[in-house]
């Protein structure tokens, strides 16, 4: 999964999608999500680790489905208290 298109594209998106001056802590830079099962990464656990440490969010997303809501709406509902 890490290809050269990965690698460049979080690149472009990292220095290039935030103004760079301004947010030069990678706290704040995009990220794309993917399972990857040889890094032992995967979204959902991406997720939940975001989630932990945040007091805002937002999500940006091509697609999601039913099954993917219904495993972080329990968090989410947490979050809300």
Aim: charge should be negative; charged fraction near 25%.
């Amino acid at each position: 999964m890490g290809s050269a298109f990965e690698a460049q594209l979080l690149e472009s998106m990292q220095f290039d999608f935030i103004d760079r001056v301004r947010f030069r802590d990678v706290t704040y830079a995009p990220k794309i999500l993917i399972n990857n099962a040889e890094e032992k990464r995967f979204v959902l656990t991406d997720l939940q680790e975001e989630l932990l440490k945040s007091t805002a969010f937002y999500f940006s997303v091509a697609f999601v489905t039913q099954s993917g809501i219904s495993m972080i709406k329990a968090q989410l509902a947490d979050l809300m208290m």
